[in-house]
């Protein structure tokens, strides 16, 4: 990195530092859509917009938006950006880094008084995570023009439906579709986010040009056997539900291994009753099967779902499969790589491209224009955990490099 001072990294980590701590729960880092910490994060990140010399305002799907103009108004805007919702016991940089550096971007171009032919629109997406809906981007899907009514309807966990924390938090539902951006409105959107994985950190590198933002399937299996007492039924007689269960998760492992971006995983699973001295009569998973291209992961998909009945009936139990998520994989704008490209080895270091096993605002936004991203390292990988951690340094150097490809994006 260059030997010059620290430009954007010392105040953008306080800013981080600050967006950490406005959390539903003082012992974690938890702030879901349409939460009152939420509404006080949009506040914050918009007196940090309007101290950058930006326009701004909070949207109708909770987004916050703003809008630093270009010399031609005419001209496509570059949108940035990235999410201000979090997982529950989440980590401070996932999502809120992309915000806080595009933010910082542009106050820099500020103090310069500095105007691009462009403008640059900087956008923190509300509902990313999904964690309070159990549906995701919706913030991000509304910019995109593909907000459907639906959506609306979506409850998780305490029962209140998204149209109802909507309300709530002081929006009109019947404003989304004018969120929608029209076509030609923008030019690309670039987003920066931690990596949330280890192959930078293996790799010695600090950041990498993201090639492609895996698509993913996934489902509910729900296993029905028959319940027994632990002590009397004999081992070879069994309809053990729990038993079936994971042998599905294992196979779900040994199909997956070894084929490069390919990942599957079992992240929840119940026994039923749950009683120490009952043979589980019931049991639920859920499935999750990621990969870079869409053939790839359709292909093992299809061979866990045609495994599933076969182990059922070796078990002598029923399966039923439910469908809950289907997305494609979204490959990143082959021009938007090279100049991401350029502008991390105009800072003087090396990188590499890779993709993204984890989903982003950007596959929601690509339907709208071409899309890019720029992945910085993180501790360990470790990420959506409180141990999520970020160099200095790095934050410093991806901030250069986000700032070098707005001045240097070619625009329409």
């Not at 959390?23 to 006080?40: A, Y």
Request: net charge negative; with cysteine.
């Amino acid at each position: 990195m260059s030997a010059a001072a620290p430009r954007f990294a010392p105040e953008m980590m306080a800013r981080l530092d600050e967006l950490g701590r406005i959390s539903e729960n003082p012992e974690n880092l938890t702030r879901t859509t349409f939460s009152p910490e939420h509404k006080q994060a949009n506040s914050l990140v918009l007196d940090w917009m309007h101290q950058a010399g930006m326009v701004a305002h909070e949207d109708a799907a909770g987004n916050v938006v703003g809008l630093y103009a270009g010399s031609d108004p005419a001209r496509p805007r570059l949108m940035l950006g990235s999410h201000l919702d979090t997982v529950r016991n989440a980590g401070k940089y996932d999502g809120m880094l992309g915000v806080v550096a595009a933010i910082a971007c542009v106050a820099e171009l500020h103090k310069q008084q500095k105007r691009l032919p462009f403008g640059i629109e900087v956008i923190g997406f509300s509902n990313e995570e999904g964690t309070r809906f159990g549906v995701a981007m919706t913030g991000s899907r509304a910019v995109a023009g593909t907000f459907t009514a639906e959506l609306f309807e979506a409850k998780y966990r305490n029962g209140v439906s998204y149209r109802e924390a909507l309300a709530g938090f002081g929006l009109d539902e019947t404003r989304i579709p004018a969120i929608a951006r029209k076509a030609g409105e923008i030019a690309a959107f670039m987003e920066l986010h931690i990596e949330q994985g280890p192959v930078l950190e293996r790799n010695g590198l600090a950041l990498g040009v993201v090639t492609a933002i895996s698509g993913a399937r996934r489902y509910r299996v729900d296993m029905k056997g028959l319940a027994g007492h632990a002590g009397t039924v004999p081992m070879g007689g069994r309809q053990d539900a729990l038993l079936a269960a994971a042998e599905v998760a294992l196979f779900i492992e040994k199909r997956c291994t070894g084929t490069p971006t390919l990942v599957g995983t079992v992240g929840q699973m119940e026994a039923f009753p749950g009683a120490v001295n009952v043979i589980p009569g019931a049991a639920r998973f859920s499935i999750d099967i990621r990969a870079a291209e869409d053939a790839v992961r359709d292909v093992a998909a299809d061979a866990v779902l045609a495994e599933i009945p076969l182990i059922a009936a070796r078990r002598n139990v029923q399966a039923t499969i439910t469908a809950l998520y289907d997305s494609k994989a979204t490959p990143c704008d082959a021009a938007l790589m090279d100049q991401v490209e350029a502008a991390i080895l105009a800072q003087g270091v090396p990188t590499m491209r890779l993709p993204s096993g984890a989903g982003h605002d950007a596959m929601t936004v690509a339907p709208l224009c071409p899309v890019g991203m720029i992945f910085m390292r993180c501790t360990k990988g470790i990420s959506h955990n409180p141990l999520e951690a970020v160099l200095p340094e790095d934050v410093e150097l991806a901030t250069r490099a986000l700032y070098h490809f707005i001045e240097h994006f070619p625009g329409t």
